[in-house]
Every structure is written in structure tokens, then in C-alpha cells.
């Protein structure tokens, strides 16, 4: 199972940015997948599901109205639309793909990240 | 979505074990068994040990056990050895298709 994050980059307050999640290796529309952030040095944030068929969405209340996933089977892809992006959005990101097919929990395989930093 | 609370260290010496705690509410951790753990070496993603409080993934050596009682959970590390030493996180379903991570815990193996 492999999943690899980009997209991220050096973003100014107020903007947006797309980070994606590509799949390989498994039955990428079985799964649920999460994205997870992490500030440099601080603990991990539950952000964001979406099911595995795509029909479910769900946020956390810090993201909720600023940030959208979506996913794409055909492409094995998920992505995060983040906008209106702030100082303290500064993360690491990961997409994790949920452990077992059709169900939401546990959060078994992680890609390596992808750092987001929101400065002027 | 408040934190789970984890103490912020722990330690002990190789061959020793230690049990790291992480206390919610009825709201989450006492509210179901979707609970899960996890190792995180500095710069690298985290890797789950356990899920549904107790079961560990292949793979994941036997030293690593969890359980729960009440709004807490419990990851224990029996046989430290040193590679042990890293962050752990517990994880655990909140409701209304939320979930909650504990602030971490720094494990040092002395």
C-alpha cells in the first residue's frame, strides 16, 4: 500500500492551495481516506473524510467551510481544496487510507506528508 | 473535538514495560471501541500498532497491547528495547463522523 501527498508549498494568508493524494496498490475505491496534519513539533489533527465512494464528506470544526475533498477513483486520487488559508494552517499533511473496505475507521497506511506554509 | 489527554512523557529502561494512558470522555473513548495507537519516529509518518482498543495489525510485534477501561485507553510496551523510543499517539472516534487524536506522548528508553 503506498500513498504519496503534494501539492504543498509556501502559500501567503488568504490564498488557496490543492494538495492530492495518489493511491497505488490496493483497492484505492474500497477505502475511506483521512487527511491528518501535524505543526512542526505539536501533535496530529484529525481534519477531514471522505468515504469510499465518495458520497460522505466530513470536517473537522477548524476546517469546516474553508477546506473540500473530493477523490477521483479513476485516477486513484484524493485531493484537499484548502481556501482561505491561514497562519495556523501551517502543517504537515497526510492522507491516511482507512484499515479496512467501506469502513471509515482506523487509520492504517500514511504517506510520507506534504509541508503547507501559510506566510506573507 | 477536544484533545485526548496523554501524558506528555514516559520512560523506562530496556527489558522494562511501560503503559501509556489517554483519557476522553463518554463523548469518545468511553463511548466506543473504535480506539487506535500509534508510533511516530521524528520526521517520519506515524504507523499504526493497535486498533479496536486491542488488535494489533501483522506486523505488529506482540510487546505492543492495548486495552480500555471506562473514557480511558492504554498502550502498553512491554520488553522496551530501543527502538521503542519515539512519539505515541492514541486515536479514537468522537461521533457525528469525527475523530480525535491525543496530544502525543514522548516514550525515552533509559
Known amino acids: 500500500v503506498q500513498l504519496v501527498e503534494s501539492g504543498g508549498g509556501v502559500v501567503q494568508p488568504g490564498r488557496s492551495l490543492r494538495l492530492s493524494c495518489a493511491a497505488s496498490?490496493?483497492?484505492?475505491?474500497?477505502?475511506?481516506v483521512h487527511w491528518v496534519r501535524q505543526v512542526p513539533g505539536k501533535g496530529l489533527e484529525w481534519l477531514s473524510l471522505?468515504?469510499?465512494?465518495?458520497?460522505?464528506?466530513y470536517y473537522a470544526d477548524s476546517v469546516r467551510g474553508r477546506f473540500t475533498v473530493s477523490r477521483d477513483d479513476s485516477e486513484n486520487t484524493v485531493s484537499l481544496q484548502m481556501d482561505g488559508l491561514r497562519h495556523d494552517d501551517t502543517a504537515t499533511y497526510y492522507c491516511?487510507?482507512?484499515?479496512?473496505?467501506?469502513?471509515?475507521?482506523?487509520?492504517?497506511?500514511w504517506g510520507p506528508g506534504t509541508l503547507v506554509t501559510v506566510s506573507s | 473535538q477536544s484533545a485526548l489527554t496523554q501524558p506528555p512523557s514516559a520512560s523506562g529502561s530496556p527489558g522494562q514495560s511501560v503503559t501509556i494512558s489517554c483519557t476522553g470522555s463518554?463523548?469518545?473513548?468511553?463511548?466506543?471501541?473504535?480506539v487506535c495507537w500509534f508510533r511516530q519516529y521524528p520526521g517520519k509518518a506515524p504507523q499504526l500498532l493497535i486498533y479496536r482498543v486491542d488488535q494489533r495489525p501483522s506486523g505488529v510485534p506482540d510487546r505492543f497491547s492495548g486495552s480500555k477501561s471506562g473514557n480511558t485507553a492504554s498502550l502498553t510496551v512491554s520488553g522496551l528495547q530501543g527502538d521503542d523510543e519515539a512519539d505515541y499517539y492514541c486515536?479514537?472516534?468522537?461521533?457525528?463522523?469525527?475523530?480525535?487524536f491525543g496530544g502525543g506522548t514522548k516514550l525515552t528508553v533509559l
Open positions: 491516511v487510507r482507512a484499515l479496512f473496505d467501506f469502513e471509515p475507521h482506523y487509520f492504517d497506511s
Open positions: 471522505i468515504s469510499y465512494d465518495g458520497s460522505d464528506e
Open positions: 496498490e490496493f483497492a484505492f475505491s474500497n477505502h475511506a
Open positions: 486515536n479514537s472516534y468522537a461521533g457525528s463522523d469525527t475523530w480525535v
Open positions: 463518554i463523548s469518545d473513548v468511553g463511548g466506543y471501541d473504535y
